[in-house]
């Protein structure tokens, strides 16, 4: 989503921070996903961001979503979702949490632990399986840490206790990192899907359920792998060697980032300015706590000034005393004054969701571009 | 404030995830700051812990307050509190909030550039500023980026031209680093301004306003100065070397983590576990997203269990599926079952503050010991 006259202007009727979100840009990368993914369902990962609008914008699309807390669930259930459309993919699930979901008949979890098996099967009796297994994450700008999965020589015994606890074993799932710029983790961890798939088959368990998880990049500031070849690869092993797989396969991925992040703009205003020795530094209203979190763990931003005369080079402090609130550095910008607006692109996902009011400043309100 | 069995006991009133607070505490250790530092004015740094009830116990101590933001402002507002017990030492203030200063008396604040001169002589005109200078962080747990503070060699100029913007250069202000270990930061630091302060007697500045800025330890794993030790430091520099300052002077230290730090515990519940390879892993309803986010800048925290058994090593992850969401490491407790409580012990500063709800998650609500 670039910066243009029809942004600048709708930012002018509004106090800073805020974030701008495009609705059809939300529309355009969920159908580019469905296109390029023909015949995988998408399950929108609602921790992204999981604002209303865009909520009612996917439901409208006929969006399936996975969710992890009961506030996710009642969001969904204000705009009437088919328990059908949606999934838990968290393997992790609190006891009060599992007895909503079997209220609310979602059937279709994640697992991957003996506990997790026990807790389901007391609060969640009969409900349908998805294994999480660990994958390649190599090439991802955040590889998954050990959190979440088992490897897949553990997998059998796990996927028998299931059943022994008439659980319904359906599946997989991996996550191939975060923002995985490697279009190869797919298929790598197809290949490791397709083995266990057999070895589950050898023991009269017949999954019908697989889960890409998340991942799918969007452009920043290095270049990252084509949607359309990442489909390519996935489509052609699924074709390939999943023939055996009792039908109907339900195919499901589950991206967040890559449907909002590129569909909202953050804007937040100069507060203050200081050369320290030989650095520019400014100061803005919108900081790590309220708004970049994602900075401390080395994400970085496309950042625009209205002019287009990029001429110094600045480090960018947050509104906060915090010595930690720094969101931004080495970021090349005109020579901006206090109360010029910085456009920070690319900032739909994980920036709201994960802000806080820390030092007693507002987290940023969500506006429309499509709003008169 | 260790865990007991009033503590425990008042746990099982409430569903987790929460922090129990004792405001006992809160004053306990306000008045050993005083005591310790006898004649220092204690201004308690809001940013650690805004809760109305932890301010309201301090008004009633007379603490006096240190604020960034509108938000902060208010809360005192409620308290009805004077306008001269309440600094802006935060050296970058928005256009917006230098207004409310100058529109609610709040006149001693922070500066350390020129560009914030100027804001101050056109929003908030006349006031008193304070210098935010550059001291040695060694043997701090945080030392502080560049983010504020200019170098004591560079002061004089900045000194002079707030004067000829007719405002009011009072005096100094640093900071010794987060978590400081080294009581004698606080010395060294003393010695740089004392140089300054006789640099501008000589200009005919008149300080008589010198703040200590935060920075005081809590025991955390680590050893920690005596907080005696600290004071006996400080006095006896003060003492000796500060005699020429024109009287009366006031003396300033902004403590937040010090003071509400070691005043409440957060009880959170064991919703999941699972073994990954050889390493046992627990998952709890709070994790780094909704309250404890100090602990992906390394910061760790004395964790209890009921029985006081430890035999096994976990890794404790949080409620969310994101896999940055690993709070705890290394943690040996007993053998602990899901529904469990897991007590944090000095968990009262820069937790629930800092807390998001992403995911869906709540951010623990705040209770208070000594309520029925």
Redesign the interface.
Known sequence: MKLNKQIINKSNQFKTPFLLVDLKQVSKHYNNIKKNLSGVEVFYS??AN?HPRIVETLVKENASFD??????LN?LNKNSLSSKKITC???????EFLKRLFENKITIMAY?????VD?IARYAPGSKLVLRIVVDNEGSD?P????????PAEALPLLKYALGKKLQPIGLTF?VG?QCRNKNNWVNALFVCETLWALAKKENIHFNFLSLGGGLPIQHDRPIPALEDIGKGIKKMLSNNFKSADSPLRVAIEPGRAIVGDSAIMVT?V???????S?N?L?V?TGV?NGF?ET??GFTYDIKTIKNTAIKKF?I?G????????PFKNVVLEDVK??DKIYVLNAGAYTT???????????PKTYFLSDD
Not at 89 to 95: G, H
Not at 112 to 116: A, C, I, L, T, V
Not at 144 to 151: I, S
Not at 319 to 326: A, T
């Open positions: 609602m921790k999981d969710i992890t807390s009961e506030r996710e969001s993919l968290n393997p992790i699930k609190s006891p991957d632990s003996f506990d997790e807790k955040w998954l840490t050990k959190k979440y999965g088992v490897n996550h975060s205003s507060i203050g300015k200081a050369k320290r020795g650095e530094w100061y209203d706590f979190m401390i763990d480090t402090g509104p906060s005393c915090d010595s930690v609130d720094i206090i109360g969701v994960y802000a806080s009011t820390f030092n007693g400043f507002e987290i």
